[in-house]
């Protein structure tokens, strides 16, 4: 939801790309969530090969609902932990990406 949302009328293959994951999966996922009301998928009329993404309004009311359950839960997360300590742990979390992607 998160991809879909914040790269509006994203095709398949960026979205797929924004996620890693393999174009197969992705569609098995947008299948599941367009079943269920959550998006569309429609034909970009410059390019007829390239379906576009969006979030229907059942897609969006969705979003919204999990992104404020996930601002509730990061603040209880941090409780207790001064900031000079999450960014100490943001850098830790950087170098672990960075030796995993090389």
């Given amino acids: 939801l998160l991809s879909?949302?914040?790269s509006e009328l994203a095709n398949q293959r960026?979205?797929?790309g924004m996620i890693g994951i393999q174009g197969a999966t992705l569609t098995h996922h947008l299948n599941?969530?367009?079943a269920?009301?959550?998006l569309t998928r429609r034909r970009d009329p410059?390019?007829?090969r390239v379906h576009l993404v969006e979030?229907?309004?059942a897609g969006e009311a969705l979003f919204e609902t999990?992104?404020?359950?996930?601002?509730?839960?990061d603040k209880r997360l941090r409780t207790g932990l001064p900031d000079e300590r999450l960014a100490e742990f943001a850098q830790?979390?950087?170098v672990l990406r960075e030796n995993v992607e090389s």
């Fill in 4 to 6: 879909v949302k914040s």
């Fill in 66 to 73: 999990l992104r404020q359950a996930a601002l509730v839960f």
């Fill in 14 to 16: 960026e979205l797929a």
């Fill in 46 to 48: 410059v390019n007829r």
């Fill in 92 to 94: 830790v979390l950087a």
């Fill in 36 to 38: 269920q009301g959550l």
């Fill in 32 to 34: 599941a969530m367009e």
């Fill in 55 to 57: 979030l229907t309004e």
